[in-house]
């Protein structure tokens, strides 16, 4: 059967306007495509006129703009190394070292904001009065004083009510060490450091080289979660097959930590303990009352934040999912373990993207305290020196910019493998 074109439903169409200029401004189809150029050809001109005007004052001081300050020495120490370093090296090694204690503290301190925040949002909704209400008042004291003073309060309290490491000398000493392993002073926390006895060498990176043997237990660690994973995949599977989950936790204990002892007894693994020898103790690792201070300070604050995130992630919840699981026979810690987090992961998630990112920059609070990490170096002792104050601060805001991205980007896709999942 053919089709055919009824001639009066063309005659009755209206005409096609001609597109006229005044169409950008008055017509919807343009109006907001306008707008938007408009905006970024005002964008593209303010950048225009500040780049302009800094290249003119770089003119008329006689300066010009180049990173190669980086490569002069640097002339001062850092307390804390992570890698090798000495104050004949240079500047960009200086910034380096600071980048790598931002890092360490970082990680440091979501880690513990984390735990402290998930145990306190849980036992804020207990129904003992006195637990709930004794994490109440950790929220409300903690997040309602600037993360600078108890930074200050967290220093102040190690440098001066900890014993001087010569309260540890003598027949009968005025303190003692913890389990004759750890010495908590007023110069820091000394632990005990894992050593090898067989080393394999370092991994050169350019400017790290790491030890092959960390680098082999970090790869096996790395291969035993995968293996985990795949054991838990493969027991959800056959739960969902026959309706009974087979045991797994003597299996995840297995593939977790058997690889890493077994290698740690291959490479002749052993502790060194920290020993007081004249007016300090030596060996093991020396953790400094200003790496202590922040990371208590910024964990404990961000802490009660992520509490109250989780508590509004668990409230979130309807309460018929807890009633059916208790229906089914599941205690309370399951319930909240394999019922109602998994699901208030959903709400939380972003939130706590947003606390991770305050906590890494809030790392820059660190000269408080003397913590040399990348704010205290190359946003500060190399400015100073060098007087590149420009390049510098444009190098630290880069530095920061990518960190925040890196986290953002890792925890959304953690984020896009936990939400929920329509069939």
Not at 244 to 273: C, D, M, N, Q
Not at 328 to 346: D, E, N, S
Not at 411 to 420: A, C, H
Request: charged share 15%.
């Amino acid at each position: 059967m053919s089709s055919t074109t009824d001639p009066r439903a063309a005659e009755s169409a209206p005409p096609k306007r001609a597109f006229h200029p005044s169409m950008l401004l008055y017509d919807q189809r343009y109006r907001s495509i306008t707008i938007q150029i408009f905006a970024l050809f005002l964008l593209m001109l303010g950048a225009a006129w500040l780049i302009d005007n800094v290249i003119n004052n770089l003119r008329l001081l006689g300066r010009t703009f180049s990173f190669n300050f980086l490569s002069q020495s640097a002339g001062y120490d850092i307390n804390q190394r992570p890698i090798e370093y000495n104050s004949q090296m240079t500047h960009g090694r200086a910034a380096l070292v600071g980048f790598l204690n931002t890092v360490i503290l970082a990680v440091m301190g979501c880690a513990l904001a984390t735990i402290l925040g998930v145990l306190a949002g849980v036992l804020r909704l207990s129904k003992n009065w006195i637990v709930s209400r004794l994490v109440t008042v950790y929220v409300e004291v903690f997040r309602n004083i600037p993360t600078l003073i108890w930074i200050l309060i967290f220093g102040a309290v190690m440098a001066e009510s900890m014993p001087a490491p010569s309260a540890f000398r003598g027949d009968d000493p005025a303190s003692s060490m913890i389990f004759d392993a750890i010495a908590i002073t007023n110069r820091g926390v000394y632990v005990p450091a894992i050593l090898f006895t067989t080393e394999l060498g370092v991994l050169p990176l350019g400017p790290v080289s790491p030890s092959l043997n960390w680098v082999l237990v970090l790869a096996v660690l790395v291969a035993g979660i995968f293996a985990n994973k795949v054991l838990i995949d493969h027991a959800t599977r056959v739960q969902n097959a026959t309706g009974i989950r087979p045991k797994t936790w003597w299996k995840s204990l297995l593939v977790l930590f058997g690889p890493v002892i077994l290698i740690f007894l291959a490479l002749g693994a052993h502790l060194e303990y920290p020993e007081l020898r004249g007016f300090n103790f030596v060996g093991g690792t020396h953790l400094r009352n200003s790496l202590l201070a922040m990371w208590l300070g910024l964990g404990i604050y961000t802490g009660a934040f992520i509490a109250e995130i989780v508590r509004g992630g668990i409230l979130a919840i309807s309460k018929g999912q807890t009633e059916a699981a208790f229906a089914l026979g599941l205690q309370p810690g399951k319930t909240m373990r394999l019922v109602i987090l998994p699901q208030a992961l959903r709400v939380i998630i972003p939130p706590l993207i947003s606390q991770y990112l305050n906590l890494t920059k809030n790392t820059s609070l660190g000269l408080a305290v003397g913590y040399m990490d990348l704010r205290s170096t190359l946003g500060g002792i190399t400015i100073n020196q060098t007087g590149r104050e420009l390049e510098g601060m444009l190098l630290l805001m880069a530095v920061y910019l990518a960190i925040s991205l890196t986290i953002s980007g890792l925890m959304n896709v953690y984020n896009s493998r936990v939400k929920l999942k329509e069939r």
